[in-house]
């Protein structure tokens, strides 16, 4: 039985020294700003992109490709390893279908190991949350299909709670109308959303005014955490360049589970340029998303 490692994309959020910490691989998609793009080793740090977006710069993304896959995963395949690679979801972008292809190949040119590619079905620190269990699969002895059948068996139950400070961002992405644009920013009006079971964004609610809206993530997981809840010991939060407000939806977590294991991190500029400012979501094990 080969070793195998756990690899993912930066869209999993998860900070760098995890990756480091837990052998995990990562590849990166690049992103362009005010008219210059950026790669792994070339990113600006985070707060100033978002500083960058608040004076109204319009960044673009890239997704992952085939060739900077095989760059991710040939290096362990010529070591004898093999790959359990683990998506951002097919809903949002068509990284997995790049993996996909990429793996296809490799498979040709390394008879001898095995590639698999899981669609996360997941987003920012929701995909970093099932990287998370994924290696405490591995971690705890479990082969890779082993592994990979846990994942599959889980994904949907990987729960996405969050909320934007500035629905402009929503509305160049293509989720929500102008109109409802502009009337959520006259009413102060902030809508909940969540990543449904096909791994798409959806809106689930609103509220009025910023505590509102971080309460209702809080209250989204007490709707969905279910029989979760007694064992409720680890969440992640990621958050657009707002760690206070991220710390606040920790707090309320805290006074209702046994949570002992946190995770709050920024939410990167390659799902930040389309959530933009202000962003605070909450990820946890949930009975439904």
């Not at 999993?12 to 793009?37: A, V």
């Not at 698999?116 to 290696?135: F, H, I, R, T």
């Not at 160049?172 to 959303?193: D, E, F, H, Q, W």
Request: some cysteine; charged content about 25%.
């Amino acid at each position: 039985m080969n070793e195998y490692i756990i690899t993912t994309d930066n869209n999993s959020d998860l900070p760098e020294s995890f990756y480091q910490e837990h052998q995990i691989g990562c590849t990166y998609l690049s992103y362009s700003i005010d008219g210059q793009t950026y790669t792994k080793g070339c990113f600006l740090p985070t707060g100033e992109f978002y500083d960058k977006m608040r004076q109204g710069a319009m960044p673009t993304t890239a997704q992952v490709n085939p060739e900077t896959a095989k760059d991710l995963m040939e290096p362990y395949l010529k070591e004898g390893k093999d790959v359990l690679h683990i998506s951002f979801s097919s809903g949002l972008s068509g990284s997995y279908a790049s993996c996909q292809a990429a793996a296809k190949e490799l498979s040709e040119k390394y008879p001898q190991q095995k590639i698999l590619v899981l669609d996360s079905l997941c987003a920012s620190l929701g995909q970093g949350l099932l990287v998370y269990y994924a290696m405490k699969q591995k971690e705890n002895g479990k082969t890779m299909e082993e592994t990979a059948q846990w994942v599959e068996s889980h994904r949907k139950n990987i729960v996405h709670m969050f909320t934007v400070d500035d629905l402009n961002h929503l509305h160049r992405g293509g989720r929500v109308s102008k109109a409802t644009a502009i009337v959520g920013g006259m009413l102060n009006i902030k809508p909940v959303l969540h990543v449904d079971d096909e791994g798409k964004l959806v809106a689930v609610g609103k509220a009025r005014g910023r505590k509102k809206s971080l309460q209702a993530l809080v209250n989204g997981m007490q709707e969905r955490i279910g029989s979760y809840g007694d064992t409720c010991d680890t969440i992640f939060i990621s958050h657009g360049d707002c760690e206070e407000d991220a710390r606040y939806v920790e707090e309320k977590v805290r006074e209702l589970y046994p949570v002992h294991t946190v995770i709050v991190n920024y939410v990167g500029a390659t799902i930040g340029a389309h959530s933009g400012p202000g962003t605070v979501a909450l990820f946890f094990l949930g009975e439904r998303r």
